[in-house]
Nanobody, 118 residues
Framework: IQLVESGGGSVQPGGSLKLSCAAS????????LTWYRQVPGKERELVAY????????DYGNFVRGRFAISRYQNKNMVYLQMNNLEPQDTAIYYC????????????WGQGTQVTVGT
């Protein structure tokens, strides 16, 4: 099982980024996926969740309508569109596959750095 994030970078406040998570090694359509983020010295926090068919999404309170999670079933991809970015959004963003069904543990990608500021 592999999760590979990409799309991070440096942007000015108010800017946008679209993160991607390429998934492989498991039946993609059968599992929900989540985006988390982590700032050094702090715990990882949930950013966004998407159900296995994409019909249900949920977000951390801090998102406030600025981000949108989506999935492209035919390409085994999950996306996080982030708009109106703020300096406090600076973090490493991770894609997570949670333990469920035949999966006996959680799986994480390597993360992608997002930096917002001058």
């Amino acid at each position: 099982i592999q999760l590979v994030e990409s799309g991070g970078g440096s942007v000015q406040p108010g800017g946008s980024l679209k993160l991607s998570c390429a998934a492989s090694g498991f039946p993609f359509r059968q599992y929900a996926l989540t985006w988390y983020r982590q700032v050094p010295g702090k715990e990882r926090e949930l950013v966004a969740y998407i159900s296995r068919n994409g019909g249900i999404t949920d977000y951390g309170n801090f998102v406030r309508g600025r981000f949108a999670i989506s999935r492209y079933q035919n390409k085994n991809m999950v996306y996080l569109q982030m708009n109106n970015l703020e300096p406090q959004d600076t973090a490493i963003y991770y894609c997570k596959l949670s333990r469920a069904g035949d999966l006996t543990r959680d799986y994480w990608g390597q993360g992608t750095q997002v930096t917002v500021g001058t």
